[in-house]
């Protein structure tokens, strides 16, 4: 059934590849190769040229598929290919408790080599044992970690699954969410008139003045128990003897209701503009949709075949809600029905980013199930 050992040097082996944000080409080299050899074949398409990064080090999405043997609905499986920053460089370290980690100098990747592993060591065994099991679909999208860029600009009519289990998520093995939020960008650039601060101060606009005011009114944090407003970057003006001419602000607000996502961000347009114009200045406030918000119900078969699959590993099913963003956001908006599961990460997005072997051969079992007779 499950080989420990295989899935180990898999982990590993995804781990030692550089490939962060559209610079997945070796570790998608790699997964076509291990695709191929099912029997799978395999296609990469052209998403890093349509989002303008394609280079030496850049790849497209790789989609594949295994025919079905016995009766039941296609079904897809994703995990994405990209690692954040600082991700050159990495090594699996292996601890005699079964923990692995990085060197401490990168992160490790188990975002999202662990779900990678996962899927490989289920079709392999699914493969080699000649299990029965309905058509299988794998997606491994590029740029995930960027809003999900690779699986936005996906050809969705090469999908027959309606339904996905999506490996890209933290907490225990079993866990998955049924819900993730809209997530909106606000960038806004504040124009005044620069003046000298001694000598003409009055012929100025102050910019970072309207922006401050601005700021002042606009609640942040948790604003509602599903929704999220944040201002992350501000910079502006060139030296303290000046009244500074722009000012730049970058910020989002996330929400599980769409609507109320639009709302909030559209209140910060109107406070930005009334604010500058107040004092003559302008603001100009772009609000860019990253991912679309999706709930998928809790008694939809998706949800209930992956409960039954954790029961027969014999773990405990738990499904919660996320305000983070992944692949899944953009299959729901092509009608695909699914959930993100748990996949063997902690600490991720740090150097601090570990998993365990253990649940590693967890969830490919959890896997492997999923992908059998239905």
Do not use: W
């Amino acid at each position: 059934m499950i080989d420990r050992e295989r899935i180990l040097s898999t982990f590993t082996t995804l781990v030692s590849f550089d490939s962060e944000s559209f610079a997945e080409r070796q570790i998608k080299e790699y997964l076509r190769g291990r695709l191929d050899a099912l029997g799978m074949h395999p296609v990469e398409d052209d998403a890093d040229l349509l989002c303008g990064m394609r280079s030496p080090e850049s790849a497209g999405n790789l989609y594949a598929r295994l025919d079905g043997n016995a009766e039941g609905e296609a079904v897809l499986f994703s995990s994405h290919m990209d690692t954040v920053k600082p991700g050159i460089g990495k090594r699996a370290v292996v601890h005699e408790d079964g923990t692995i980690t990085s060197d401490g100098t990168t992160v490790l990747g188990a975002d999202d080599c662990g779900g990678l592993t996962a899927i490989l060591e289920a079709l392999t065994v699914l493969v080699e044992e000649n299990r029965p099991h309905p058509t299988i679909e794998v997606l491994f999208p590029v740029a995930e970690e960027l809003y999900g860029r690779g699986s936005e600009r996906f050809d969705y009519s090469k999908i027959e699954a309606e339904v996905c289990y999506c490996l890209d998520l933290t907490g225990e093995i079993g866990h998955a969410v049924n819900e993730a939020p809209t997530i909106l960008s606000v960038d806004v650039i504040v124009t005044g008139r620069s003046a000298h601060a001694g000598f003409n101060p009055e012929e100025g606009i102050n910019a970072l003045t309207a922006a401050a005011k601005a700021l002042a009114q606009i609640p942040t944090g948790r604003v509602a128990d599903d929704t999220t407003v944040n201002f992350g970057m501000i910079s502006g003006g060139t030296i303290t003897n000046a009244v500074p001419g722009e000012v730049k602000i970058g910020g989002e607000v996330r929400s599980l209701r769409h609507e109320e996502a639009v709302r909030r961000s559209e209140e910060i347009r109107r406070i930005f503009e009334e604010e500058a114009d107040l004092i003559g200045a302008r603001a100009e406030v772009v609000i860019c949709e990253q991912v679309h918000a999706y709930r998928t119900p809790r008694d939809h078969r998706v949800v209930t075949r992956f409960e039954k699959a954790v029961r027969a590993e014999g773990l405990v099913p738990t499904l919660g809600v996320t305000f983070g963003g992944a692949d899944q956001n953009h299959f729901a908006r092509h009608g695909i029905t699914g959930i993100v599961v748990s996949s063997a990460m902690h600490d991720v997005h740090t150097v601090h980013e570990y998993t365990k072997r253990g649940e590693i051969e967890q969830l490919a079992g959890i896997v492997l199930r999923l992908m059998g007779k239905q």
